[in-house]
């Protein structure tokens, strides 16, 4: 029996983009003149707040796990995390291997040294609202053909978006997950592994 023992490590980025704060300001009141009536002056006093956004402290997703012998037996894991952002946001994921990596890749037809598995994303938003995506671990590597949806690095414009805010709300997670592997190759004997990476943006 082929002993199959995988670890898969998850380490977090956060980009943030800085707030910026803009104001103008005067004083309005009536002016008099000679021989006339008192004139009222008005202007508006307008400002703006950028976006800020990225893991609370203390909230970053860390951690590995132990998935044992994946060709034995499906596995699965959750690993939460807490965003801090002032509006609406995005969270993208990469994976270095694009799946559970042997570290002995064979050249004989027939075998294999990639296991592919799940990725889900969950985010939790102002009001209760949530948002999730599932993409294989095979399109979240940068040199995908098809990309997943929430491939990282995290941008105003890419990632999974949760809205209108994300401010130390709990029920975030990144998932991992795999039935018992069952081809069509033969998983290579050896230790397997990946490295998922999580990013978050402001979004627009």
């Not at 400002?47 to 034995?72: E, K, L, N, T, Y």
């Not at 095979?138 to 414009?157: D, E, K, M, N, W």
């Not at 949760?162 to 018992?180: D, E, H, R, T, W």
Request: hydrophobic content about 40%.
């Amino acid at each position: 029996m082929l002993m199959h023992k995988i670890r898969i490590g998850l380490t977090a980025i956060a980009a943030t983009c800085p707030s910026a704060v803009l104001a103008q300001s005067t004083i309005a009141g009536p002016t008099a003149y000679a021989g006339g009536t008192p004139v009222s002056l008005t202007l508006p006093v307008t400002a703006s707040v950028g976006g800020r956004c990225g893991f609370a402290i203390g909230g970053a997703p860390s951690g590995s796990f132990d998935a044992g012998q994946i060709d034995q037996s499906g596995w699965s894991n959750q690993f939460p995390f807490t965003l801090n952002c002032n509006g609406a946001a995005r969270v993208a994921v990469t994976s270095a291997n694009g799946g559970l990596r042997s570290g002995t890749q064979p050249s004989e037809p027939g075998y294999t040294g990639i296991a592919p598995y799940l990725v889900t994303l969950n985010l939790v938003g102002t009001g209760g609202g949530s948002v999730t995506d599932q993409c294989e671990a095979a399109t979240l590597s940068i040199t995908a053909g098809t990309p997943c949806s929430f491939i990282g690095p995290a941008t105003q414009s890419q990632g999974l978006r949760v809205a209108p805010s994300s401010q130390n709300l709990a029920g975030a997670y990144l998932q991992i997950s795999a039935p018992a592997y069952a081809g069509p190759s033969v998983l290579v004997q050896g230790t397997y592994s990946d490295t998922l990476t999580v990013t978050v943006s402001a979004a627009l």
